[in-house]
């Protein structure tokens, strides 16, 4: 039937196998793993040289760390549990993002108020600059194995990753901007613009909604 149509069978789309299956789980699990070492070992730096330096937005970034972990424990949970339980995990991932959104927005707020500039942290600067590098990889990674497994949870989780990928962004920015030319200033008020994006992140999770809905 190919032949006459011209199409190779091999470009053929086919079903998943319950062998190809598991293999997306493993993958799956392996992300999250990566996910969970990778923001364990960045809140430990993060908060270090953040407290080192004065830099209320690095302990921040060491903060939202430890929830992108918080986030990748749940997911791991999820793939063990079963497809049963991916509202439940995406709700829980909707939570992690609000707590990820006060936190933000009372650090940054907080920054500006007391107006107390940090000293410049290059240690910040190369741990901001290598979660620039890794962030979006394991995002895209995880959408890739989310469509084939189906789950909302993990595109939540993956979304969560593009947040840390942006928070990223801006610190790295803010450190960059305040060690040429002191301008504290620049990080936190980057950062509150975030908030809104997070928040409206929570909401969708919370509400069972996900960019494929």
Known sequence: MSAHTGINPQDEPRCETTADRGDSLKTARWLEYLTISWNSIEAIAAVG????????????????????????????????????????????VGVSFLIL??????????????????????????????????????????????????????????????????LSAILLGGLILNAAFGWWWADPVAALVMVPIIVREGIQGLRGETCCD
Not at 55 to 76: C, Y
């Open 49 to 92: 040289a953040g407290l080192l330096a004065g830099s209320i937005a690095l302990v921040g970034f060491g903060f939202d760390s430890v929830i992108e972990s918080l986030s990748g424990g749940i997911l791991l949970w999820r793939l063990s549990a079963g497809e049963h339980r991916d509202a439940l995990a995406l709700k829980l």
């Open 101 to 166: 959104a006060s936190y933000v927005g009372f650090e940054a707020s907080r920054t500006l108020i007391l107006q107390q500039p940090p000293e410049s942290s290059y240690l910040g600067i190369a741990i901001a600059a290598l979660s620039l590098i890794v962030m979006p990889l394991l995002a895209r990674e995880k959408r890739k194995v989310a469509r084939k497994i189906n789950s909302a949870a993990l595109i939540a989780d993956s979304k969560q990753t593009d947040i840390c990928a942006y």
